[in-house]
C-alpha cells in the first residue's frame, strides 16, 4: 500500500520582464538632484581622495570637490557641450567634444557625460552598454564604454532605489564612490 503525500506548493510570483525597463525609465525621468559623499581615485601610481557634492539639473552638471577641511576645492561644471574649472580664483573653460579633456585638464580621467547615469544606477544612453548584470532589477555590474562600473549597495531614496556604493575601473584608473546623501527630484 503507497501513501500519496499532496500539498500545495505556490511557485514564486514571476517578475515582468518589463521591471528592468520601467526601473530604467524612471531613473531617466529625475533630471533633478544632488548627491553628497565621497571620492577616491587611483590613476596608476597616484592616489587623491575628495568629498564630493554633485547636483544635476537636466543636462546641467555641477560638482563640487574638496579635501581636508574644505582644502583645494575644486568646482566642475558642464552644460553638456562645455566644462568650467574652478581652483580657488582661477576659471578655466574647455570644449567637452574631445573625449580625453576631463583627465587632461583636471588629471581625473573619469567619463563625465556618463556619470550622471552611472551615478543613478543605469548605463548611459550611448553607446549602449556590453553587459548588464542585474539582481532584483539593480544593476550589480555594467561594462559601458572601456568601463566596469560595480554597484556594491544600493539605499531607498523616496519612491528610487539609488546606489550608494560603487566601483568605476578602467585600465589602470579606479574610482571609489561613497554616497551618503541622496536628495531625487525637486531643486536640490
Not at 60 to 84: F, K, M
Not at 117 to 128: C, S, V
Request: with cysteine; hydrophobic share 40%; charged share 15%.
Amino acid at each position: 500500500m503507497g501513501l500519496w503525500l499532496t500539498g500545495c506548493a505556490t511557485a514564486p510570483a514571476p517578475v515582468p520582464e518589463d521591471t528592468w525597463l520601467q526601473r530604467k525609465q524612471q531613473l531617466l525621468a529625475l533630471e533633478h538632484w544632488s548627491a553628497t559623499g565621497k571620492i577616491a581615485l587611483r590613476n596608476g601610481q597616484q592616489a587623491e581622495s575628495a568629498n564630493l557634492s554633485w547636483q544635476q539639473q537636466q543636462s546641467a552638471t555641477t560638482v563640487q570637490l574638496s579635501g581636508p577641511l574644505g582644502l583645494q576645492a575644486t568646482q566642475l561644471h558642464s552644460d553638456g557641450r562645455t566644462l568650467e574649472v574652478t581652483q580657488g580664483e582661477t576659471l578655466q573653460r574647455f570644449d567637452l567634444s574631445s573625449p580625453d579633456v576631463m583627465a587632461r585638464e583636471t588629471g581625473w580621467d573619469l567619463p563625465l557625460a556618463s556619470l550622471p547615469y552611472w551615478l543613478k544606477g543605469i548605463p548611459a544612453p550611448e553607446p549602449a552598454p556590453v553587459t548588464l548584470d542585474l539582481a532584483d532589477n539593480l544593476l550589480q555590474l555594467l561594462l559601458q564604454s572601456g568601463w566596469q562600473i560595480r554597484y556594491e549597495r544600493y539605499q531607498q531614496v523616496g519612491a528610487h532605489v539609488l546606489p550608494t556604493r560603487l566601483t568605476l575601473e578602467r585600465g589602470a584608473t579606479r574610482a571609489k564612490v561613497i554616497i551618503q546623501h541622496w536628495q531625487a527630484g525637486g531643486t536640490p
